[in-house]
């Protein structure tokens, strides 16, 4: 960053940081977020919030799977390790209705609270409080290589089926030369290939629950998706997809050995930036596929900046949140490094940005998110909100169990039957030790 732009940009984001409010300069605060791109990003634009307001910053960057560990640990039992954690739509409604984080009613006019997109506002809410703000917001999507698809003589549709993503998938795998039909999540844990697996479901017809909270794994819908997850990746992904979570898979993509990845609509950036991908020029983007059933599998996510009840430091924590999800820091980001690497799905301003609305997948993310209903997620009717978690305490454990099974599958060591039966047993022990059943 050139000095004059820095000067730029601190001025800019001056006007979110009160005057009256710079705190002392051994003040500091500790972060935990994930090790995804737009989150590193973030880290290297700090020390300008620290020139303007004193407060320095440490930050603690994991694997996704290891935050969530590490942040539930640290705020079920108070543990004060952290001023703010990353967290995202399942944590925030249940922490902000147990009083485990501090609600953000001191953000600012200026930061205008309105402009954050309805789906992301509700879903970060617990009744009508917002606890955490977004830092991005995500649905899921196809990304696909256009060059690969041309040369097999295809064409994605804008809305595939799955059928189509086989097809697909079958044309471009070439092992030999080590490029890969399709690149899914395979990973163990519930925000990692339990979600893939989980959006997978939904647009198959199946459901965790009934509306008596009884599991569903034992009906055929369930059966069916899972059969055709492991049969699409057996053919045609990858070696080892059974431990692929997103930053595997978006690795390989960029490294041009995958023909087509369905994941969060954030990585459209980093596949399509020519300093990481070596495919940059040749990607394509989908809806993400469904069954013929109304049910698409995308999902609704929002990695999100909250502040833990336990910390001492909740008006610095408030301050660098203001700083970090505001519309000035979207700015600062578009200037240095292009409108195409800005965090995306937070802001409604965003996407009337004539700059943002030229960027190739500006408008897919906007109607992916868009298309995406927390409360009316699955074909049948559910007693539950969420698309690809279940929004009550329960469901981390439980889903990071089922997730598992599904890996054993994955990696050969279990059938899909025996793996269903399983999440079948453990789910419907859990749900009436816990008093659903």
């Excluded at 705190?23 to 020139?51: C, S």
């Excluded at 647009?203 to 998706?225: L, M, Y």
Aim: charged share 15%; with cysteine.
């Amino acid at each position: 960053m050139s000095c004059m732009t820095a000067l730029r940009a601190s001025a800019a984001l001056a006007l979110c940081v009160s005057a009256g409010a710079a705190m002392a300069q051994d003040t500091t605060i500790t972060i935990a977020t994930v090790n995804n791109g737009d989150m590193i990003r973030m880290q290297g634009y700090t020390d300008l919030f620290t020139e303007q307001t004193g407060i320095n910053v440490e930050w603690v960057t994991l694997e996704e799977n290891v935050l969530r560990q590490r942040v539930t640990t640290d705020i079920t039992t108070n543990g004060g390790q952290f001023d703010i954690m990353t967290i995202g739509m399942y944590e925030t409604p249940i922490w902000g209705a147990n009083g485990w984080l501090v609600p953000l009613d001191g953000l600012s006019e200026a930061y205008d609270v309105d402009d954050i997109l309805p789906a992301m506002r509700g879903g970060l809410s617990h009744d009508g409080t917002l606890y955490a703000a977004p830092f991005y917001g995500e649905s899921s999507m196809v990304m696909y290589r256009t060059d690969l698809m041309e040369a097999a003589g295809l064409e994605m549709p804008t809305a595939p089926t799955w059928d189509d993503i086989r097809a697909a998938a079958a044309a471009m795998n070439d092992p030999a030369n080590e490029v890969y039909g399709v690149c899914l999540r395979g990973k163990p844990g519930w925000g990692e290939g339990g979600a893939f697996i989980t959006v997978t479901a939904n647009s198959f017809g199946a459901r965790w629950f009934d509306e008596e909270w009884n599991a569903q794994f034992d009906q055929p819908e369930w059966e069916e998706a899972l059969t055709f997850f492991v049969d699409l990746m057996n053919n045609y992904g990858p070696p080892g997809y059974a431990t692929n979570g997103f930053n595997e898979n978006l690795s390989l993509f960029q490294q041009g050995r995958c023909g087509m990845w369905i994941d969060a609509t954030v990585a459209a950036s980093f596949v399509t930036n020519p300093n990481d991908s070596t495919v940059a020029d040749s990607v394509g983007f989908a809806l993400a596929p469904d069954n013929g059933l109304g049910k698409r599998s995308n999902w609704l996510w929002a990695w999100a900046l909250a502040i833990p009840a336990g910390t001492q430091q909740a008006d610095a924590a408030l301050q660098f949140i203001e700083w970090a999800t505001s519309r000035e820091y979207i700015e600062l980001v578009a200037e240095n490094e292009g409108w195409a690497n800005v965090p995306p799905g937070a802001r409604t301003s965003l996407y009337e940005t004539p700059e943002y609305q030229a960027v190739p997948f500006a408008q897919m993310t906007l109607d992916s998110i868009l298309a995406a209903d927390p409360t009316n997620p699955t074909v049948d009717p559910v007693p539950y909100v969420g698309i690809q978690f279940v929004a009550i305490p329960e469901f981390a454990g439980i889903a990071t169990e089922v997730s598992q099974e599904f890996a054993e599958v994955y990696a050969g060591q279990q059938t899909v039957q025996e793996a269903l039966a399983n999440a079948q047993a453990l789910t419907n022990d859990a749900m009436e030790a816990a008093g659903y059943r």
